[in-house]
């Protein structure tokens, strides 16, 4: 039984990540994250809220 | 809604001619407007405010330059904007200049919205005199108002208007400041256009010019015909020789000698080609006007702090070696002891503690050994290998932090200017590739800033070989499997590697694929400024957080779908030995193109495979592949395990290829955009993935030809 | 006396008299506010005795030894 619950979740959550990866690139934003506070203007970048 | 009923009333009201437009255009009066200003006088920021979430990006048809549009927010009516490339004037000689032109010549908008910097008024006004001579409808921003007061300046915004003749709206987009009011008046003034006669354009440059000016609208332009535009604008570019109009125009051969005799008597009389006397008639009225209306506190003609400061930074003898000894001391606290340190534990935490809780923990309530391996196996060894290296890369983006706010960073484009222009470069490639070191996302992004096309694009492949920091991890684990004694210094070579490869390819395309003269350097140094420790923690914290929050999805995402395909056959059935797997089958299709290099092995292909998603996805997946979440007690187990795989040399080859061959997916996706042509980008993806090989190649043959292992 | 931009060393003064040169260059360099009579003072002048920055017009621009070259001062 616990075995359907942990594995669904685990594999929702792959697919849900996965998909969300492509659509993110596909409309330009930032995946990567690690980076975005320092460059110009930062449109692209949601990875943090404006202090 | 009724306020729109409102407003379309009193218009009809007040005017017939009024009603007639609007009636033309549909009910609802449709504007646009565009904005125009100089490079980094905060044109991005006004646009974001004004548009918000409704911007759409793209690019200029066939070039690298961004083209954004989008919708004006909180206003009644139906108003686009439309954000034209960064000028500093409207000749037709830069990509940038001749795009914004021909938009606001051919397209028409209904205003256009020059943004000024008001701390840098004199050259801003430059721009905007051009632009009223184009005849259409201007509205001045005086933006960075904040600024201006921060400093203790005054500007009179009324002795403006008066002098340049156009409405002034100060602003401080930054701050969210003036934006309302800045569209409610252009909103304003464009209605009135669509209704009121054009107020017939001040004569601005000296009798002389303005005698043949006068002249040619005249006698030449009206039988130019079709057309012609504004037809003061139109004068003074024939008078000035502007190419594009020229041909646009087609000048019959009687009219271009009479020009040519105006333009003889010009440089006659002031002993100075056209162009230049109206330059420098433009500026002298400009000059008139900003002296009346702006009053600085301080003189800027002294050395200031930062000038003094600069004074040993940017010194002929000391500025280079003052580089290298930070760089160096960056280097020695990230990857030598301190560093070290913080992995230990880290990985004592993970692949320790954690991984026997959570085994223990599925096993009690049940759960199924494939679910224990997949959570434990895959997750807690794919992640947590990756994570094991959070704290130090966070280290080192401390460093970058301190390098960037305190405006360091724009004095070491200074200094190398000169020496990367010996490689084809320039110092403001410079500032982009240094960002790499950190991501190249946003450093291939910061490729913005060069005016000249090749340069742009020459900066962009170049930036992915300073090594970013996802490549870390996988530089950390193999030194400290195979160079524990050494480890800031073999890391130390890697980057050093990385940047004369740079050097190398960045001289041979200048010679060959993207040839082309050097533009000229313009740049300006922000003062220096103490960072705060506040603000280098929430920078450190925003990098390091994007870092865990890419372990915590992607490469979560990365390892799960890893670890089934390396437990499963194409049968689907559970296999014991993951060669047998499907990722087996398929790393042992790939793995002999890496034999040559030294490392044949189908895992350590696989895993470098993933390094397209992410780089960190490289340990991750070499983690999961060599079963290390399962090995409980042992600290830097995996480690230990690729000890058996790897040899010293082999280690060094394959660490290189990771720091050479093509980017993250994200960059992959940002060299696309940025470059706006597949050719380029795939171009840039093969080469450095071939110069990858390459260098992988020759380090493995050579060094076993030296008798190393 | 006809001197250039670039004989000037940080902490100088200057009025600009005569942009030479020709082409691109000399647009450029007008089109940042660089023409006749415009006051400069030389901040900073790199290790290797280019680029050079001046704050001119109000503002700080920075070029090389070649532009510098071209521009006679007073």
């Known amino acids: ?51 | 809604m009724l306020n729109k009923g409102q407003h379309f009333f009193g218009a009809l009201y007040d005017n017939d001619y009024q009603f007639q437009m609007k009636n033309e255009r549909g009910f609802k009066m449709s504007l646009r407007f565009a904005l125009v200003g100089n490079p980094n006088c905060g044109k991005t920021t006004l646009f974001n405010e004004i548009t918000g979430s409704t911007q759409y990006v793209g690019n200029w048809p066939g070039v690298t330059i961004e083209k954004k549009e989008g919708k004006a927010r909180r206003v009644q009516e139906d108003v686009k904007i439309i954000d034209l490339p960064g000028i500093y004037s409207l000749s037709p000689y830069s990509l940038e200049e001749i795009i914004a032109r021909d938009y606001i010549l051919d397209e028409k908008p209904d205003v256009v919205i020059n943004i000024i910097d008001a701390t840098n008024i004199e050259r801003n006004l430059y721009l905007t005199t051009q632009l009223i001579e184009l005849g259409i409808p201007v509205v001045a921003a005086l933006n960075m108002m904040d600024a201006v007061e921060a400093r203790g300046d005054k500007i009179d915004t009324g002795a403006l208007e008066k002098g340049i003749g156009i409405p002034v709206v100060p602003t401080s987009a930054s701050k969210g400041r003036g934006v309302t009011e800045l569209v409610d008046k252009a909103i304003q003034v464009a209605y009135a256009a669509a209704s009121g006669t054009a107020k017939p354009q001040a004569q601005i440059y000296d009798q002389e010019v303005e005698k043949y000016i006068g002249n040619i609208e005249t006698n030449i332009v009206p039988s130019l015909g079709k057309k012609t535009g504004n037809a003061r604008w139109t004068a003074i570019k024939l008078l000035e020789g502007d190419e594009k109009v020229l041909e646009k125009m087609e000048v019959p051969a009687a009219f271009l000698k009479d020009i040519e005799a105006c333009r003889k008597q010009i440089e006659s009389h002031y002993d100075n080609d056209v162009e230049t006397v109206i330059a420098d008639g433009r500026y002298k009225m400009i000059s008139g006007i900003v002296g009346k209306a702006v009053k600085k506190k301080s003189g800027s003609g002294s050395l200031t702090i930062s000038d003094k400061i600069d004074k040993v930074v940017t010194n002929r003898i000391l500025a280079i070696p003052l580089f290298l000894a930070l760089m160096y001391l960056v280097f020695k606290v990230t990857f030598g002891e301190i560093g070290s340190f913080t992995i230990d534990w880290v990985d004592g935490l993970i692949n320790g503690t954690v991984s026997d809780a959570v085994s223990g923990w599925l096993e009690a309530a049940g759960a199924a050994e494939w679910l224990n391996g997949l959570i434990v196996g895959g997750v807690i060894g794919g992640v947590g290998s990756m994570l094991v290296f959070v704290p130090q890369i966070m280290i080192l983006f401390f460093f970058l932090s301190i390098l960037e706010d305190s405006g360091y960073m724009a004095r070491a484009a200074f200094v190398m200017d000169r020496l990367l222009r010996k490689l084809g470069l320039t110092g403001k490639s410079f500032i982009p590739m240094l960002m790499g070191f950190g991501c190249s996302v946003p450093a291939i992004m910061g490729a913005r800033t060069l005016e000249n096309e090749k340069d742009r694009r020459l900066t962009i492949i170049l930036t992915p070989f300073m090594s970013c920091g996802a490549r870390l991890p996988i530089y950390l684990l193999f030194v400290g499997a195979f160079f524990a004694k050494n480890q800031d210094l073999i890391i130390f070579s890697l980057y050093l590697l990385g940047i004369v490869i740079a050097v190398i390819t960045g001289i041979i395309l200048k010679k060959t694929v993207l040839k082309g003269e050097a533009a000229p350097f313009v740049m300006e140094l922000p003062p220096y400024r103490i960072p705060t420790i506040k603000g280098l923690l929430i920078h450190m914290w925003d990098r390091g957080k994007g870092f865990i929050k890419k372990a915590g999805t992607i490469i979560f995402a990365a390892a799960v779908v890893i670890w089934v395909l390396q437990s499963f056959n194409f049968s689907f059935q559970m296999v014991e030995d993951p060669a047998e797997s499907v990722l087996g089958a398929i790393g042992g299709v790939i793995a002999p193109i890496f034999a040559p290099l030294g490392f044949g092995d189908w895992k350590s292909a696989v895993a470098l495979i993933t390094g397209f998603i992410a780089k960190e996805a490289v340990v991750s997946t070499m983690g999961i592949l060599h079963g290390v979440g399962e090995i409980a007690e042992d600290t830097t187990a995996l480690a230990a395990v690729i000890q058996g795989v790897f040899t010293p040399l082999t280690a060094y080859a394959f660490m290189a290829f990771t720091l050479l061959y093509m980017p993250c997916m994200a960059a992959f996706a940002t060299i696309k955009r940025e470059m706006n042509s597949w050719k380029w980008t795939v171009f840039t993806v093969g080469l450095q993935t071939g110069i990858a090989w390459v260098v992988a190649f020759l380090i493995f043959q050579v060094g076993r030809l030296m008798g190393l292992q | 006396m006809q001197r250039t931009l670039r004989e000037l060393k940080p902490g100088d003064k200057a009025v600009v008299t005569k942009v030479a040169g020709e082409g691109a260059v000399k647009r450029r360099l007008m089109d940042m506010g660089v023409t006749k009579g415009a006051e400069v003072f030389v901040r900073k002048v790199a290790p290797l005795g280019d680029p050079i920055e001046v704050n001119v017009r109000g503002y700080e621009l920075t070029f090389r030894k070649a532009e510098a070259e071209n521009i006679f001062v007073e």
Request: hydrophobic fraction near 35%.
């Open chain 1, 1 to 51: 039984m616990i075995n359907w619950i942990i594995g669904i979740v685990v594999f929702g959550l792959t697919i849900y990540i996965a998909v969300r990866a492509v659509l993110k690139l596909r409309k330009g934003k930032s995946v990567c994250c690690s980076g975005c506070s320092s460059s110009g203007d930062s449109g692209n970048c949601h990875c943090h809220n404006k202090p």
